[in-house]
């Protein structure tokens, strides 16, 4: 069975037919790429009007679970919500009647689909990749004009929107920094499209957009949301690491700084000769290192078959291949051997890492794989491999 076109190409499933050369080259952080295509079942396996029905008629969903909003007049919490806390149905399907958007944050996180697209997006970019889904009835706004603080490619997945772009005010905000009606003035749109069933924007953070509803028919799009790290993440970091190393970057700041008659020329000849220190012995790779690690332990793990195939690992013959899309570091601890991975680490005797170098470079392994190690710890060593999601059955 082929596999579909998100997870074969991810990044091609959002901007094709550009390529990935031209888009992070011309547009990404820059400035917004709408992607109009003949394709209306494009994303229609992602998620459907159907799911989302299904969802909020049989989950017990708490507050905070399920959001929705209408520009006018404004939803508020209690007419979707029960005293108990949790999501009232009735109430959510009555507010979506009367013209409101059904919300769900973060539904990569319950739904398997979406899940593994965002992991797919998350090999490719080295960020966490998160969905909020959009659903909107005929006629009808969400959202006044705003902007995002992360950049964002919106997935329209079944009816139509009609998309107004505006200024950039604020150019790649900080996360956090987020719109305010009153300092950021709306103008006049500089773009307006409609986008259809299979089509896709990317829009970078700080732009500002507002869209509503087009045709007869609701409006469901996946908002793919990108949160990175920057390169002012990065130099504080730096910055750290050579604090560490030296205390004249721990020592305080001179007493009185706050003072109107206090004299800053010699903290200024002080700042000059930390940042001098700063240039000269800031590394790169330190840093970044730190944060390459961070980011694969705090991704969801998939051990998707690791319960109900547990006794595969123990199987004459069985084959495995490494899981697609596992993130993953191979690191050194004394005697044994280590895979920083999604969820932490895992650790396997020093004898194993021939067969985990096997695995990792692209190739299958076995139990034989490990043979330079007791049949007790080959067994162990494929079933932590099996459990905590790295490898699974088959051909590479």
Request: hydrophobic share 40%; net charge negative; glycine share 8%.
């Amino acid at each position: 069975m082929s596999r579909p076109a998100w997870l074969a190409d991810p990044i091609a499933s959002l901007i094709a037919p550009f390529d990935a050369e031209t888009f992070f080259r011309e547009y990404h952080e820059h400035k917004a790429l709408i992607v109009h295509r003949d394709d209306p079942a494009r994303y229609e396996g992602l998620l459907s009007i159907d799911r989302i029905d299904a969802i909020v008629s049989s989950r017990d969903l708490r507050a905070g679970s399920l959001d929705m909003a209408r520009s006018e007049p404004p939803v508020r919490p209690d007419d979707f919500t029960f005293e108990t806390g949790y999501i009232d149905p009735g109430g959510v399907a009555d507010q979506y009647r009367r013209g409101a958007t059904i919300i769900l944050p973060q539904l990569h996180l319950a739904d398997p689909v979406l899940g593994e697209f965002c992991r797919a997006m998350e090999a490719l970019l080295s960020c966490h990749v998160q969905t909020n889904i959009y659903l909107t009835p005929p006629h009808n706004q969400g959202f006044r004009t705003h902007y995002d603080d992360h950049d964002v490619f919106v997935l329209q997945v079944s009816g139509e929107k009609y998309w107004r772009l505006y200024d950039t005010p604020v150019e790649n905000p900080y996360r956090g920094e987020g719109f305010r009606p009153d300092d950021h003035k709306v103008g006049e749109p500089v773009e307006e499209f409609v986008l259809k069933a299979g089509e896709c924007a990317y829009v970078p953070r700080g732009l500002m957009r507002d869209a509503s509803t087009h045709g007869d028919e609701p409006s469901l799009h996946i908002t793919l949301g990108l949160i990175v790290k920057t390169w002012a993440d990065l130099m504080l970091e730096a910055v750290s690491e050579v604090a560490l190393r030296h205390p004249a970057f721990r020592r305080s700041l001179p007493v009185g700084y706050a003072r109107p008659d206090f004299d800053r020329s010699e903290a200024q000849s002080h700042f000059a000769s930390l940042a001098e220190t700063l240039s000269r012995e800031a590394r790169l790779d330190e840093a970044m290192d730190l944060f390459a690690d961070s980011f694969i332990r705090s991704r969801m793990p998939d051990v998707r078959g690791a319960i109900s195939g547990f006794a595969a690992p123990s199987e004459p013959g069985q084959t495995f291949r490494l899981r697609p899309f596992v993130p993953w570091r191979l690191a050194g601890d004394g005697d044994d051997v280590v895979i920083v991975t999604a969820g932490g680490e895992v650790r396997f005797p020093a004898a194993a890492e021939p067969g985990l170098h096997t695995l990792l470079d692209g190739g299958t392994v076995s139990l034989e794989t490990f043979a330079d190690l007791d049949p007790d710890a080959a067994r162990d060593t494929l079933g932590k491999l099996h459990a905590f999601g790295l490898i699974v059955p088959g051909e590479a």
